[in-house]
């Protein structure tokens, strides 16, 4: 049987994970990895295994219970995995779109792109209508689509 971790490492695993929370740079595999590294913690954390974290379970989790309230959109009193996953356009998104998009035209043309190197590497596969600028909606999709890999 694996050792459990301590208290101390699963809070410091929890802190680490949650507050690394996928910026818009992350690929999908990084999305993905913090996704199941997320659903260890949570099962981790889930001390009856009922898919829900109340209260009481969170104790020592200092993120999860400073921000209960706020994660438990729907007022039902615990989280579930979902509750913890990020929205496809969260605040961080939303937040790093508005500081890219210094005119507030709502879109990032390439100057205003040169404030953010990863969105300067890839504002060409971002603006998949390739009108010179990148659009909320075109990020959105740049993060769940990335374009395939061309062939070496």
Do not use: C, K
């Amino acid at each position: 049987m694996a050792a459990q971790p301590t208290h101390a490492a699963a809070a410091t695993l929890a802190s680490w994970l949650l507050l690394a929370v996928p910026a818009q740079a992350q690929s999908p595999a990084e999305l993905q990895g913090y996704q199941q590294r997320l659903q260890q913690l949570f099962q981790r954390l889930d001390q009856n295994g009922d898919q829900r974290l109340e209260r009481h379970e969170v104790n020592g989790q200092p993120y999860l219970q400073r921000h209960f309230e706020r994660l438990d959109q729907q007022q039902r009193g615990y989280l579930t995995p979902a509750d913890l996953r990020p929205a496809a356009d969260s605040a961080r998104a939303r937040q790093f779109f508005s500081r890219a998009d210094r005119n507030g035209d709502g879109v990032i043309t390439r100057e205003e792109a040169e404030d953010s190197p990863w969105l300067q590497r890839r504002f060409g596969e971002a603006d998949r209508n390739n009108d010179g600028s990148v659009s909320r909606d075109e990020l959105r999709q740049l993060r769940r689509n990335p374009p395939a890999a061309a062939p070496r």
